[in-house]
């Protein structure tokens, strides 16, 4: 899939640069080129409950975008966001703390954090947040189906951002992801230039374990 020029374009449409350049304050928006496809079958589990921030770095006002690729009711296990959440600041991860849970790298919630938002989808419907905002999958009950989904990313032009953005998803040399593009599509082909960007090191200790302190009212 991450041949397809179509999945490069469509970050790209006029509809989605617009509502960014209303959220970011700026016409200048960065589209990442390190989009995620996404191909899920039934799971009877939820997703790990995390913020983007630890596993995208960079800066802390970039934005996700996620859709389904096609219609994604309830049971087909969509994305969903804890309300407010983004206000807390970067939570901490792994950690035994009694008083939280956590999933592998995900964020520390405690008891009271159950307020979650979400809802069907059809095709053309999104969900975007910051990076600081706590979300995670539903299960997916439906059998016979795969919830084709995709992650895209927008930040300013001159915040900083982590130099893997910068990569593809599958991990591939750029020449090959394009082999056998045609002229038409040329404007999408490293479309990003490191010399105007403000590329920052993977900061490893942004996964290690943290104590999260509770404030009880």
């Given at each position: 899939?991450?041949?397809?020029?179509?999945?490069?374009?469509?970050?790209?449409?006029?509809?989605?640069?617009?509502?960014?350049?209303?959220?970011?304050?700026?016409?200048?928006?960065?589209?990442?080129?390190?989009?995620?496809?996404?191909?899920?079958?039934?799971?009877?589990?939820?997703?790990?409950?995390?913020?983007?921030?630890?596993?995208?770095?960079?800066?802390?006002?970039?934005?996700?975008?996620?859709?389904?690729?096609?219609?994604?009711?309830?049971?087909?296990?969509?994305?969903?966001?804890?309300?407010?959440?983004?206000?807390?600041?970067?939570?901490?991860?792994?950690?035994?703390?009694?008083?939280?849970?956590w999933t592998?790298?995900?964020?520390?919630?405690?008891?009271?954090?159950?307020?979650?938002?979400?809802?069907?989808?059809?095709?053309?419907?999104?969900?975007?947040?910051?990076?600081?905002?706590?979300?995670?999958?539903?299960?997916?009950?439906?059998?016979?189906?795969?919830?084709?989904?995709?992650?895209?990313?927008?930040?300013?032009?001159?915040?900083?951002?982590?130099?893997?953005?910068?990569?593809?998803?599958?991990?591939?040399p750029w020449?090959?992801?394009?082999?056998?593009?045609?002229?038409?599509?040329?404007?999408?082909?490293?479309?990003?230039?490191?010399?105007?960007?403000?590329c920052i090191?993977?900061?490893?200790?942004?996964?290690?374990?943290?104590?999260?302190?509770?404030?009880?009212?």
């Amino acid at each position: 899939m991450q041949s397809l020029p179509e999945l490069h374009r469509l970050p790209h449409q006029p509809a989605l640069l617009d509502l960014y350049r209303k959220l970011l304050g700026t016409d200048d928006v960065f589209v990442h080129p390190r989009h995620i496809m996404r191909a899920m079958t039934a799971h009877p589990s939820t997703g790990a409950t995390h913020q983007d921030f630890p596993l995208v770095q960079g800066s802390t006002e970039t934005w996700t975008c996620w859709f389904p690729v096609g219609d994604c009711g309830l049971a087909s296990g969509p994305l969903v966001i804890l309300r407010g959440s983004h206000r807390q600041g970067r939570l901490p991860v792994g950690t035994g703390d009694s008083d939280c849970y956590w999933t592998n790298w995900g964020a520390q919630l405690c008891a009271h954090e159950t307020d979650w938002v979400g809802g069907d989808f059809a095709v053309g419907d999104v969900v975007t947040f910051p990076s600081l905002t706590v979300h995670q999958s539903l299960p997916a009950v439906v059998r016979d189906e795969v919830r084709v989904s995709m992650d895209v990313r927008y930040q300013r032009g001159d915040d900083v951002i982590e130099a893997r953005s910068l990569t593809n998803h599958a991990e591939r040399p750029w020449d090959e992801i394009y082999r056998g593009w045609s002229s038409e599509n040329a404007d999408l082909m490293h479309y990003w230039n490191p010399d105007r960007l403000s590329c920052i090191p993977w900061d490893e200790s942004l996964l290690e374990p943290g104590t999260r302190s509770v404030v009880r009212g």
